[in-house]
C-alpha cells in the first residue's frame, strides 16, 4: 500500500521561510509526476508547484520566484522551499504523486500539512 507523509509546516513570520518534504513508502511502485497543492479556509485546492519524472517544473505565477519544488527519486521524496512567505500563503499543503503500481497509474495525496504566515 503506497503513503505520503508530510512535514515541515508550521508558523512562520511573513518574509520567513520554510521547507516541506514528503515521503513516499510502499513497495513495487514507480513515481511520477509529484506536485504540491494548497487549500485556504473557504477556497478551492489550488496547485502550488508541480514536478514530473523528467524534473520539468512549473508553478502558480502567485509563487513563482519565492517557491522552489526538488525532488529526489532515490528517496521517492518531494520537497518544496517556501520563501519570502506572505500572510496570502496560509493554507492546508497537501503533497501529491502520480504513482503505479499496477494496473494503472493513480494520484495519492498527502494527509496535509498547516502553514501559517504571521504578519
Known amino acids: 500500500q503506497v503513503q505520503l507523509v508530510e512535514s515541515g509546516g508550521g508558523l512562520v513570520q511573513a518574509g520567513g521561510s520554510l521547507r516541506l518534504s514528503c515521503a513516499v513508502s510502499?513497495?513495487?511502485?514507480?513515481?511520477?509526476?509529484m506536485g504540491w497543492y494548497r487549500q485556504a479556509p473557504g477556497k478551492q485546492r489550488e496547485l502550488v508547484a508541480r514536478?514530473?519524472?523528467?524534473?520539468?517544473?512549473n508553478y502558480a505565477d502567485s509563487v513563482k520566484g519565492r517557491f522552489t519544488i526538488s525532488r529526489d527519486n532515490a528517496k521517492s521524496s518531494v520537497y518544496l522551499q517556501m520563501n519570502s512567505l506572505k500572510t496570502e500563503d496560509t493554507a492546508v499543503y497537501y503533497c501529491?504523486?502520480?504513482?503505479?503500481?499496477?494496473?494503472?497509474?493513480?494520484?495519492?495525496w498527502g494527509q496535509g500539512t498547516q502553514v501559517t504566515v504571521s504578519s
Open positions: 501529491a504523486a502520480d504513482i503505479f503500481a499496477g494496473p494503472t497509474t493513480q494520484r495519492y
Open positions: 510502499g513497495t513495487s511502485f514507480t513515481l511520477n509526476a
Open positions: 514536478i514530473t519524472s523528467g524534473f520539468s517544473t
